[in-house]
């Protein structure tokens, strides 16, 4: 069983707050927008990181990290991008291989909106954790926090800083 912190849009900010979550995992994954490696520094000292680049990170962030990061943790195959779209309306870039080959488990970043959805269609889970960062249009920051455990995801919760 593996526990798992899923955070996103991060656009350069890391304090103690999250940072109390990170030292709660197992796992940290980071679904892009990194803004300074400042932020993947400081979690990677704690806990192992994945992580993918977005669209605001530099050429640092881009040869550190990649676009698309696909493994298998615990029995789930998961699949973490920045910008994937959501069920049924998935990002060009991604879409025949999500049809072709989906994950269980597909998670991307982007909208600063939290969601977590299925699709049937295509039999994976969606999850997008929202923000985490200080910059953006959301109210709310936010981060996901699950385990995995064989094939299963359970003990999902939302982690909200206002």
Not at 83 to 105: A, H, T, W
């Amino acid at each position: 069983m593996k526990k798992i912190l899923l955070l996103s849009d991060t656009h350069s900010h890391i304090d103690d707050a999250i940072l109390k979550y990170v030292k709660q995992a197992d796992e940290v994954w980071h679904a892009g927008d990194i803004g300074s490696l400042n932020v993947t520094d400081s979690i990677k000292k704690l806990k192992p990181l994945r992580a993918v680049y977005g669209n605001i990170d530099d050429a640092k962030a881009r040869t550190e990290f990649p676009l698309h990061n696909r493994f298998v943790c615990e029995n789930v195959d998961v699949w973490i991008t920045h910008i994937g779209g959501y069920p049924p309306k998935y990002n060009n870039l991604v879409r025949d291989e999500l049809q072709s080959n989906p994950p269980d488990l597909f998670i991307t970043g982007h909208s600063h909106i939290l969601k977590v959805m299925p699709d049937k269609k295509l039999n994976l889970l969606h999850m997008n954790p929202g923000a985490v960062g200080k910059h953006g249009f959301h109210k709310v920051r936010t981060m996901l926090r699950f385990k995995i455990d064989g094939k299963k995801i359970e003990d999902l919760e939302v982690i909200e800083f206002q």
